[in-house]
Every structure is written in structure tokens, then in C-alpha cells.
């Protein structure tokens, strides 16, 4: 990632003294997220060579990469996250309501699970909020379409991102520029002349995605760029929010985990080898000692021969594969503890009776990768929902978010033993340390929803005891004419 000091434009010559740093940087970074996103896609390399195509291909490609990476996503954002600006709210406030419609508007959850994907297999990620009709929505960028410039002496502190694509032959950079600590300028630059010499243009063109076929070439910025539009942005989180997927301890960039191309590439060949020993030795061969071929009878599938000196042979393999099959279990089973993914052995049943700290037990590294993924994806899901608050209001869609904070309801990814919860919920409010609405959370009820249900269940049972209390009194009163006629009766 280039260091500087100030923005510099593309018009200004001095922005092509970059174009070493920022190629070279593209070019890891591409490598990488096109290698981990084929080995995803489940385009392996394969292990063993057919040289002939009437050849039997007996190339098996076990796609961990896929399933670490679905696993990852599904684990980070079981379901739709959920924000919270109220926390002794009984019922969602208006600003809870409009970041629902919000999420919604950006894709939900399928946006959530791609946005996470990208992450695991690219390492870095980026976000814009974009003031679109009639709702804020969030845009997840393609991963390899931005650069970062951050400051020479403060890594952390970003001076500008630039985005880079083509339309319709024509060159366009758009400059995300923070100006002052809560305001950002957006500048749009486009190519001045097309008839320009080569060195004044990008030399491998972009797509829409902001990919490149080969190493990219800015020497000629400052002969070719004319400013064309400039955008101002009020918030102190910027237009374009990055997040890292895993901390990368020597780039600011963050850690994909599709790189375990050896590993993978290993158990696939482990993989072919078994199932090219399983097919050749699929069908045994049998033959008998000691028999001359042509006394030899045939009928029904069973071969005889009056001579007793001869011996049948069967011609199969003894070995069961058990120890090229345990290799690959292991193998497989160190390629999901790089990547901390969890896959549990056995059926349902056999967790009946385990706990719900057992299962977090059982999942411990899972979990550990999940907070750091929470606690990254968190902070720009966090950004975003004040990003588009902020948007809301000046629309008139929302009142004032000022000093709102913005938190994020995760859900959880495990499953849980409702009766073990509610025994804990028991104890609690038995000990008085835990309110009705808390216990309802735990349990995944929504307070402001069950509140009004149950007045309206008091309303009905009251209503049903006041009609019985009637019914009863009006018994009453007639049993007591019938006793005070039968008296009067008696009397005359």
C-alpha cells in the first residue's frame, strides 16, 4: 500500500511515482484472491496426468476450500443481523425499523454471505453506502477494484482510496479523499484524450469489476486526466468503509484463508491415487494351475477340470486401502484446523444429552475465529448503520440519529438446549438478578411483541372472568326469587 503525505491528484505528474508500488501491489493481491477464488469454484489443478483423452480420468478433487469458506460465511452470519440504538427500549424505535429496511434494501442476508465470502477468499473487503431511492443501500465492492493511500508516518490513517474502471473505452478514477477529520471529498476523473499517447492512458484496461489482465501502467498520469465532477461527503467514516477478514501481521491489508493451495492440491492427489487403485482392481482375475486350457469346462459362471491336480486362483487385491484412506482423513482434518472450521462426527443422537458448554467446547477454535471476524465485520456493519442514518435524516426518513450509538445483535451459530436455558433463566429470576424482558431475549422472543400479546391475553381472560362472574350472579339471583317465592308460598 503506497505511503504519503497529501493527496495528489491523477492530473499532477507526481501521482505516476506510485504506479511501481501500487502494479506490484496489485499483482500479489490478484494472484492471490483469483488462485483461492478458482480453488473455490472448485477449478483444481489436477493431480494426475491423463495423456490420452480416451484415458480413464480418475482425478478427485475434495473442494475444502468451499467448504471452509461456506462454512465460515454461515457461521459469521447464521441469519440477518439485527441493530439495536435503544437498549432499554421495550419495543424497535424508529431507527431500529429504518436499519432493517436498510439491510433489506442492500440484499440482506445473501448480501451479508457474500460479503463474508469475499472476505475468506480476497482478505480484504469494501463497503460503500450509497444514498440510492427510496433507501440508503450498502454496495459490496469487488475486492481487487480499490487501492489504499494511507499516511507515511500513521498506517491507520487513510489518506485517500482510489477506485479505477472503464466505460465505454473511456479511462474514469474516482478519488475517495478525506479532507478533515469528519469530511471526505469524492473527485471524479475521467481520460481528457482519447487520441493521447499510450503512455498517457492505462495500458491493460480495466472491467467493470476493476480487474486487470496483466500489471497495470500509470506513468502517463497528469497528460491525460481531466477533473469532471467532485462530490462533498459529511461523516467522519467516509463514503468507503475496508474491512479486514483475519490481521495480516505485516500488511494493512487483511488475511484470506483460501491459500492452502499445497495442502489441498496433496489431498486431492491422495484422493485420485485411492480411486485409481479402487478402479483397477475393481474387476479379479481368475485362473486355474496345473489344467491344460483346453480341457477346461465352462457353464453357469463356474469353471471345472476333471484333473485333480488342479488349483484355482483368484488374482485380487488384499489390501483395503485402510491406510491410504487414514492419511487422507488426516490430512483433512489438519487442512480444517488451519482454517478452525468444525466438522462434528456421528449423527444427531449422539448429542442429545451433551450440554450446551460441551457444544461450545466442541467448537472452541470456530468460535475463536468467529469474535475476531465479529469484531471486524461488526465495526463496519456498525459504521455503515450510522452512515445510513445519517443519509435517512437529511431525506426526511428518520428523525435525528445525534447520539445515537449504534450496536449489532449477532445471532447465534450453535444450536442450543432450550430446557437447559430455561432452568438458568429459573434460577436467575428466582435469585432476582435477571428481568422478564432479558429472559425473553434469551430465548429469542421479541419483549415488545410478547408484551402487547400477553395484555391482550389479560384482556381476554378478564373479559372471560367477568362473563362468568355475570352468568354466575344472574344464577344466583334467580335461585334466591325461587327460594324467597317457595318461602312466601309456604307461608300463605
Known sequence: MPSVFQYIPPTDSRRSRFSTLVSGEYARREK??????????????????????????DNVFINLVKLAGDRTASFLFPKGVEFITDQAAVEKTEHELFLDDFVRASGGLKTLIK????????????????????????????????????RADDQADVVWYESRYIVAGMTHIRDFVRSSPDKWMIYDYQQKDEAASRLGRDINEFTHHGRLDTIMNNDGEGLSYKLVKKTPFTHPHGPLLDTPHLPDPDSYY??????????????????????????????????????????????GGILSHPSPDARPYRLEMKGDLAGITSSIDRLVETYLALVRVVLLKGEAKDLQRVTNAS??????DALAKNGILRSA????????????????????LVSN?????????????????????????????????????????????DWGREQAGIKEDNASDMLDKKQTLTIEAEAANMNNEKDVNGTLASAK
Open 32 to 57: 492471490e484472491y483469483a488462485l483461492a477464488l478458482r480453488y473455490y469454484r472448485g477449478e483444481h489443478d489436477a493431480q494426475l496426468v491423463v495423456e490420452d483423452e480416451d484415458d480413464v480420468d
Open 115 to 150: 460479503w463474508a465470502l469475499r472476505g475468506f477468499l480476497a482478505g480484504h473487503t469494501f463497503i460503500q453506502v450509497v444514498d440510492a431511492d427510496p433507501m440508503p443501500r450498502m454496495i459490496v465492492a469487488d475486492p481487487l477494484s480499490i487501492t489504499v493511500f494511507w
Open 254 to 299: 487483511g488475511m484470506g484463508e483460501g491459500r492452502e493451495k499445497t495442502l489441498q492440491d496433496t489431498i486431492n492427489r491422495l484422493a485420485s491415487i485411492r480411486n485409481q487403485i479402487a478402479r483397477e482392481n475393481a474387476e479379479p482375475v481368475d485362473f486355474l494351475a496345473g489344467a491344460d486350457a483346453s480341457s477346461i469346462e465352462s457353464g
Open 359 to 364: 457444544v461450545r467446547t466442541l467448537f472452541l
Open 377 to 396: 465485520y461488526g465495526d463496519t456493519l456498525r459504521k455503515a448503520a450510522d452512515i445510513a442514518l445519517m443519509m435517512g435524516y437529511k431525506r426526511g
Open 401 to 445: 440519529p445525534a447520539g445515537i450509538k449504534v450496536t449489532v445483535d449477532w445471532p447465534s451459530p450453535l444450536p442450543e438446549d432450550m430446557t437447559e436455558i430455561a432452568n438458568m433463566i429459573a434460577l436467575a429470576q428466582s435469585g432476582g438478578y435477571m428481568s422478564r424482558k432479558t429472559a425473553a431475549e434469551m430465548v429469542g422472543l
